[in-house]
């Protein structure tokens, strides 16, 4: 899992074992026993290391000479974090995930407040500090170390996105500025917006100050002023001015409509149509089959499908494939898979073990639900029904079905769990830092002009030369 879970998280992970080392100096009380620290030495010095440790039991603190088994927290000074990874790989130390690695600043505001202060996420090491000067004991004031991100990748299929989102302030203000681009059809600056919201969400902390985000990738100038803006005035104008612009908000609401893109918002909005309400009313327009369906479930189609829906439409999803093929695998792919509690539609993707496909598949279940009262789909339904007459005792829910061959099931599973700007960046790391083509069904090596086979997404990522990214981390 993350390690930078919430603080609470964090700080309950202590360890048990050990609680009576001999290496540990004995002529202080230790006050604080479920934390044992240990002071890597490495850029610190031994003489400064000595005094820290001296400091630190003195304080009440359990502080190990050496890097024992019951070892829970690892504070380092002028490491960055890959330093410390790789010191502790040679350490032979097993699962390194087990401590918590941590900047000097959070044993100097320990020391300061005389009792062990939460592991915040400021304090943990991530991204490289900012050198040389770390906060030293003999500066009275403990600032929280500046950071600097040079370690944090431009892609977001290399970095771990949770769903804990400590910027969703900033991150929000970048969703409506892109989607306005999107609106407008300007796609760099959408992909910027977009880039930076999703780059905001994989940090390990709130941003407070313009420090905090010097040197991150994807933050160029239009970005930068908005953050600026929020951080000053706690909200952004550019912002609110596209939250009151006409023309966002009508594309707005045509959009929350299935099947309305931007190119119907577009026509719409020049025949001077501005509501759901007006369209719904212009009985002139010509609608898609997806449009009216759209319309006439409107309401339910705009709330969110729940998790608990989601498993009740498994269980109906899975019913109705297994009676064609009783062997199918049916998994639920989307933001649910990422571990999201709601969604705007529900995401399916079903395969067949084994050499059988059924081309046919898809068909025969949309015919089998036509005829069964309980289950309505009015895009496959021929009858124009737009006035709904009886009392409704049930909820419309979008459902996307996918069907692939069992060969790309592992690729059509990484292409359908997204997020949508984990899957571009995906793509976009592999033909460019890899000169491989990725789609949902499979991976192309150029130079070696060979499709690259894989049973598990952990091959796709092997293939591609990253680390694996387990679902719930890709909620970029
Ligand atoms: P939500 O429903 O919770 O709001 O979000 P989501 O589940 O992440 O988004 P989604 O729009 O349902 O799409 C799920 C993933 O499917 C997303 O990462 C993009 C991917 N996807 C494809 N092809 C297509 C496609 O043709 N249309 C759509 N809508 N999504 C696609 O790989
Ligand atoms: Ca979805
Ligand atoms: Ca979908």
Same mark, same amino acid.
């Given at each position: ?36 620290? %240990? ?56 699962? *390194?995930?087990?401590? =918590? ?10 020391? =300061? ?60 203000? %970048? ?17 910027? %917006? ?10 390990? %902390? ?26 000053? =005035?706690?909200?952004? *104008? ?17 959009? *929350? ?8 918002? =577009? ?210």
């Amino acid at each position: 899992m993350d390690r930078f879970k919430a603080p609470a998280v964090i700080s309950q992970r202590k360890r048990q074992k050990g609680l009576h080392s001999p290496k540990l100096s004995c002529s202080y009380e230790i006050k604080f026993s479920n934390l044992v620290i %240990f002071i890597l030495q490495r850029k610190m010095g031994r003489t400064r290391r000595m005094f820290l440790m001296e400091l630190g039991r003195r304080k009440g603190f359990r502080v190990e000479s050496e890097l024992s088994d019951s070892v829970t927290h690892i504070v380092a000074e002028n490491n960055s974090y890959l330093e410390v990874l790789d010191w502790l790989k040679g350490q032979a130390v097993g699962d *390194s995930s087990r401590f =918590e690695l941590l900047d000097i600043s959070w044993f100097t505001a320990c020391m =300061e407040a005389g009792r062990p202060v939460d592991s915040e996420i400021k304090y943990h090491l991530m991204v490289r500090q900012e050198q040389p000067q770390s906060p030293s004991l003999n500066t009275p004031e403990l600032e929280m170390p500046a950071f600097i991100a040079t370690k944090v990748s431009q892609y977001s299929c290399q970095r771990k996105t949770t769903l804990n989102n400590y910027n969703k302030k900033f991150t929000d203000a %970048f969703e409506v500025m892109a989607e306005n681009y999107e609106f407008k059809e300007n796609e760099i600056f959408c992909l910027e %917006f977009l880039r930076a919201a999703s780059l905001l969400k994989s940090l390990p %902390f709130s941003v407070t100050r313009m420090k905090d985000i010097q040197g991150l990738p994807c933050v160029g100038d239009q970005v930068r002023d908005i953050i600026e803006e929020i951080i000053e =005035e706690g909200e952004s *104008s550019r912002v609110k001015e596209v939250l009151n612009d006409e023309r966002y908000k009508a594309f707005k609401q045509f959009t *929350s409509v299935f099947g309305v893109g931007v190119k119907t918002s =577009e026509k719409w909005y020049r025949m001077g149509l501005r509501t759901v309400e007006e369209v719904k009313a212009d009985k002139t327009l010509k609608l898609s089959k997806m449009q009216k369906a759209g319309f006439l479930y409107y309401e339910d189609l705009v709330s969110c499908v729940s998790k608990a829906e989601a498993d009740a439409v498994s269980l109906i999803v899975k019913n109705t494939v297994c009676t064609f093929l009783p062997d199918a695998l049916v998994t639920i792919t989307g933001g649910f898979r990422r571990g999201k509690n709601i969604g705007h539609d529900i995401d399916f993707l079903i395969t067949n073990p084994g050499p059988r496909e059924d081309d046919e598949l898809l068909h025969k279940v949309i015919d089998l639900w036509k005829k069964q009262p309980g289950v309505d789909n009015s895009t496959c339904n021929t009858s124009e029904k737009l006035e709904m007459a009886e009392v409704k005792d049930w909820k419309a829910i979008r459902v996307d079905l996918v069907i692939t061959p069992f060969e790309q099931y592992s690729y059509a599973l990484l292409g359908w769990t997204g997020s949508r700007q984990f899957g571009r960046d995906l793509r976009r790391y592999a033909s460019h830092e890899r000169k491989m083509i990725l789609d949902n069904h499979a991976l192309y090596d150029r130079r070696k002009r060979i499709f690259l086979k894989a049973g598990s997404e952990e091959e796709i990522f092997a293939h591609l030369g990253l680390d694996y990214v387990e679902p719930w981390e890709r909620n970029a």
